[in-house]
């Protein structure tokens, strides 16, 4: 077999040797070690159905000029109409270079699959670039990674019309305005990347809760395995411990020494499996920073006309986006949460390790992203998302021994804020403004990253 854990420029694996015994089990889920782990609902030979199911698809249509107008070699408008024969239910503008921006205006309607009425116009958010891997890391380096729009969930639908419209900037002489405006290029290749989620793999007439087996794949065992330190391999999820349950968890993770840390009951978190990842998606291999001393919160910008049910397919669509059509090697955030509050494990690697994620540009090492599933640019995010975003930290803080009141200093590796060497004071945890000129995770939201640092840090015990 080969190798699973691959090393970054300038970062350093973790690898352990409850990992390496992890990649070595047979294809079939093994109950959980109960004198290692918490009891987990793991899957069982004996009950589990096959994960084969719709693996979901990603269709990419070129967009072509609206008008003959033509600024610096670039239409001010481009677009495309599909009345019919599509299949997806999140979207979303890529274009060839990830350094360009877009500067301009993303809008679509779309034709509901099963009625066939047209939504209203909305707009899709453009400003997208402060996610991503930082400049430098063989992940950003790759030749597959794409500028893009954030994704926006449509639900099932069978028919597109998008419109891109450039903006209207001032003609320049220099540095000086001449007082006439043009239309700002747009960036070349433009995309209309439509993505359908697919299913999780249960039939369809499978009793609710039917487990899944692992895939019999290098990728998935190894997503699986790298969770076999907190839960049995093949979960689907990890979960919830009280307060004495998850600080006898740090000691057997962290040994005697951190026994009178601070740290927060473990929430419970579905797993990549839980929530039907493909694994074949991602690039093989798995990414680790050293540790963890901040979080950045965003919001994905995806809309929020979507149910608690239909999150998994969500979570499934931005994964798809981010690997096929942003070029990323695996999902971006390393955990995301839905309006209800529920946690879901992101970038594979084991939820209680430090991933390396690509969320916060320029402030990947040595944290941790989360993403609430929405747009909170004026939506107030519910009490239960608060709560959510509090417990996670109050806990994968804990691990590290961070405080969520605290401040901590991270090295930029880059970006439009701080430039790349600079040691930068962040709050433990961050929004995603604090460490890129971005509205993420949108004002709403990040007003309330106060209650939730108070909140995380009494559920520590501090």
């Known amino acids: 077999m ?12 973790i690898a352990t040797a409850c990992a390496a015994t992890a990649l070595a089990l047979p294809s079939l889920p093994l109950p959980a070690n109960t ?45 495309l109409y599909r009345a019919g024969g599509e299949h997806f239910s ?21 034709r509901a699959a099963g009625t066939g009425a047209w939504s209203d116009w909305q707009d899709v958010e453009t400003h997208n670039g402060g996610h991503g891997p930082d400049p430098g890391t063989a992940e950003a380096a790759s030749r597959r990674v794409r500028g893009a729009t954030a994704p926006l969930w449509v639900g099932a639908s069978e028919g597109v019309d998008v419109r891109v419209r450039a903006a209207s900037v001032p003609v320049r002489d220099g540095r000086r305005a001449v007082g006439a405006r043009t239309s700002a290029p747009l960036p070349s290749g433009l995309r209309l990347e439509l993505v359908d989620p697919g299913d999780d793999g249960t039939p369809p007439d499978a009793p609710a809760g039917t487990p899944h087996t692992v895939p019999d794949t290098e990728a998935a065992r190894a997503a699986s395995a790298a969770n076999t330190d907190v839960a ?48 074949s998606l991602r690039e093989p291999g798995l990414g680790y920073t050293r540790t963890v001393k ?52 992101g970038r594979a690697g084991g939820v209680a390790r430090a991933v390396l994620g690509a969320h916060t540009l320029g402030f990947n090492s040595d944290s941790m992203g989360i993403a609430v599933i929405g747009t909170y640019t004026g939506t107030e995010p519910s009490d239960a998302v608060v709560t959510a975003l509090a417990r996670l930290t109050a806990w994968k803080l804990g691990l590290n021994g961070a405080d969520p009141q605290g401040r901590t200093y991270l090295t930029s590796g880059g970006g439009n804020l701080y430039r790349k060497g600079k040691n930068v004071q962040l709050n433990v945890i961050s929004g995603h403004r604090d460490g890129f000129a971005t ?24």
């Open 2 to 13: 080969r190798g699973l854990l691959t090393h970054f420029s300038g970062v350093p694996l």
């Open 35 to 79: 004198a290692n782990a918490a009891p987990v609902a793991a899957v069982s030979a004996a009950t589990a159905v096959s994960g084969a199911g719709d693996p979901g698809s990603t269709r990419s249509l070129p967009l072509a000029p609206l008008s003959r107008a033509r600024v610096l070699g670039a239409a001010p408008e481009q677009g």
């Open 90 to 110: 999140l979207l979303g503008v890529v274009w060839d270079d990830p350094g360009a921006e877009l500067r301009g205006q993303v809008q679509v309607r779309t």
């Open 232 to 279: 049995g391999f093949g979960a689907l999820e990890i979960p919830e411990l009280d307060k004495a349950a998850t600080e006898r968890e740090l000691t057997r993770l962290k040994g005697p020494a951190r026994t009178a840390s601070y740290i927060g009951a473990r929430p419970r978190i579905v797993t990549r499996l839980g929530w039907g990842a493909d694994e």
């Open 294 to 345: 901040a979080a950045f919160v965003h919001h994905t910008g995806s809309g929020n006309q979507y149910s608690c049910s239909q999150t998994p397919s969500v979570i499934r669509s931005i994964y798809r986006y981010h690997v096929k059509s942003m070029g990323w090697r695996d999902i971006g955030y390393n955990f995301l949460v839905d309006k209800c509050g529920t946690v879901y494990e």
């Open 439 to 462: 509205d993420c995770p949108g004002a709403a939201l990040y007003a309330r990253l106060g209650t939730a640092r108070s909140a995380a840090s009494d559920y520590q015990g501090r």
